[in-house]
Each structure stands twice: as structure tokens, then as C-alpha cells.
């Protein structure tokens, strides 16, 4: 298992990105602000059509981390 913040696990970086999507989708229902202004810069990073590039660092990012044991 490895895990990137102190909320996030997981054995495969598609289930942290899954797990993550999902936090992301329960704060801003909430209205936490600093989710909202996260999610606003993912929309940009959609229009820019830089977001597979993002998704890309953050996957060699998840997968250069030791395992927890």
C-alpha cells in the first residue's frame, strides 16, 4: 500500500485516482472551498488540454513511492 496524502491509500494509483475523485466529489458538495479551487484548476488544466500531462506526473509520482509496511 502506498499513500500520497494523509487521507489517501491505496494499492494501485487508478484506485487512488479513483478515491480521490470521490473525496473530491464529496468536499465540493460541501462547499470546501479549498476543494472548489482545486477542482477550478482541473477544469483549466481540461480546457488547456494539459491534463494528461498532469495525470501523467501524478501517476510517476504514486508509483516512485515506498510501499507502506
Known amino acids: 500500500m502506498k499513500t500520497m496524502t494523509c487521507k489517501q ?7 487512488m485516482a479513483k478515491l480521490s475523485k470521490q473525496q473530491g466529489m464529496e468536499m465540493f ?3 470546501d472551498e479549498e476543494h472548489i479551487k482545486v477542482m477550478s484548476k482541473m477544469k ?26
Open 29 to 31: 458538495q460541501k462547499g
Open 44 to 69: 483549466e488544466l481540461m480546457k488547456s488540454g494539459k491534463m494528461q500531462e498532469w495525470f501523467e506526473s501524478k501517476k510517476k509520482e504514486f508509483n516512485s513511492l515506498p510501499d507502506n509496511k
Open 9 to 15: 491509500h491505496a494499492e494501485t494509483f487508478k484506485e
